[in-house]
């Protein structure tokens, strides 16, 4: 079978290293730091393992698996040592800016985004298994060259995941609204809180708040890094999508101001009644 | 053992029933509809159960868990079967307004919020040990009979519930913060994103969305009449609650636009290390 390299051997690139290998596939795992490379071949995550970017030499397919604002970066870097004719994939939550980016460096690349977070990172908790029945989007253009198209959605399939295809700046419109708005939303809600002035109030709001509160604030409490990672690569959908939050926002506020209470219950019956189309 | 009347077989009232009922108390259980009594009995939430509220008469310590918006017309229409003495109470999740009104109605009133909702509601889904572990919150004012206060606390303490006590404007702030709001921020979300005008990105959006999505849009996708009947009657601190967290999302939004990704990493800080407290 051919060669694949993994370049980033965290949460995604281990446990894409950890299928792979058991596919059968001669996997170079190549990590920043030389523990990393140790780790993943201890761990059946690679067949062989290094810090040297010189290893994509003679892999057939690439993964880089860096996160998001060194993706461009590591393209740039690998260039000089790929194969002619490799294809080269990432697995990066925000597509708009990078997909273009690497393309104009090397033709072979097809942009990715398998939807497998988990509340921890790093490859101590790479897993087998980790994409089955999860979404993996993959995100051609014009310039992508179908041949690789396939050969990583035939990967990704292997994984277990559902392929999804679309345009990168469909890709970062669609997870604005499910990924990366919710977070400020959450974020904003316990930071609202934090705000109120009665100390004896805040404390009874802090151990009247059950399982509601809990799912609502959720995302909002997780790690600040990646938040603003995604703020930052996909701000200008981000920023959008909290425009028309805050316009949803201020129209149900205006019907409590003004007790129109039967407009209220229809609001809430329409939220009601779209949320199961998400849950599938 | 004294005898305890309950108003409203629901999921409230009919654990309340199972409950006391276990303890030996004689509870009477009082219902709109007769097979509601009936079904009450039969499943031994009640020793003796109908839908006269004249069934009040004789019993020590009432219970009216009837939906909030007929609370208090319950409260004026059982006073005159009430025995000289009794404690009544209630278990509506918003107090300002009801409190001083059924006061002025019966001097031995103890305002009450068990903290035990459920996603489904009515006698079906009411079990024993609901306000295990719970907060209970009474809700005593300056008018309040200590010994009832007492009394109500004494049954809420051998529910195995943990008892709060606080004012009724206080309670009714802490519960916009943790409870209302979040109904209203999660709705929100929920119909921003259903604003999406492209079909094909609105489909992606629902296929793409995982657990962050589900979790942050949980209470926005509840019952309508509840957070409509939230929002009624704990209208004013709700909108205050609306109005910081407007400021505190506008705050973020202005972060991000600005690009300014130190702060915007320092707000999600903040949020991260501010959700602990809430977890209890």
């Known amino acids: 079978m051919e060669r694949i390299a993994i370049i980033g051997l965290g949460l995604i690139g281990g446990s894409l290293g950890l299928d792979l290998t058991r596919q ?52 740039k ?35 990715g985004h398998p939807m497998a977070g988990k509340a921890e990172a790093g490859l101590a908790v790479a897993e087998i298994g980790l994409f089955q029945g999860r979404p993996y989007v993959l995100t051609p253009t014009e310039a992508t060259n179908p041949a690789a198209l396939e050969r990583v959605g035939a990967i990704a399939t292997s994984l277990g995941a559902n392929l999804c295809q679309c345009h990168p700046d469909q890709h970062d ?13 959450s974020s904003s809600l316990i ?40 703020a930052r690569h996909n701000r200008t959908a981000l920023l959008d999508a909290l425009t028309q939050y805050q316009h949803q926002l201020e129209q149900i506020k205006a019907l409590i101001a003004a007790e129109d209470w039967d407009a209220v219950h229809n609001t809430l019956t329409q939220s009601q009644a779209a949320r199961p189309a998400y849950l599938a």
Chains 1, 2 share one sequence.
Not at 49 to 61: C, N, R, S
């Open 24 to 75: 059968g596939y001669p996997v170079v795992g190549i990590a920043r730091r030389a523990e990393t490379a140790k780790a993943a071949l201890a761990m059946g995550a690679a067949t062989e393992a290094g810090t040297d970017l010189a290893l994509v030499a003679g892999a057939e397919v690439v993964f880089i698996c860096t996160p998001i604002d060194t993706v461009l970066a590591t393209a």
């Open 77 to 111: 870097a690998i260039a000089p040592y790929l194969s002619a004719g490799a294809v080269v994939t990432d697995v990066a939550s925000v597509k708009g800016e990078l997909v273009p980016a690497i393309e104009a460096l090397w033709p072979n690349f097809v942009g």
């Open 173 to 185: 419109r669609a997870v604005a609204w499910i990924s990366h708005l919710p977070v400020m939303v």
């Open 191 to 230: 930071l609202a809180c934090q705000q109120e002035a009665d100390p004896d109030i805040l404390s009874l709001a802090q151990t009247l708040a059950s399982s509601g509160f809990q799912d609502t604030s959720r995302v909002g409490g997780g790690v600040p890094d990646l938040g603003t990672l995604m």
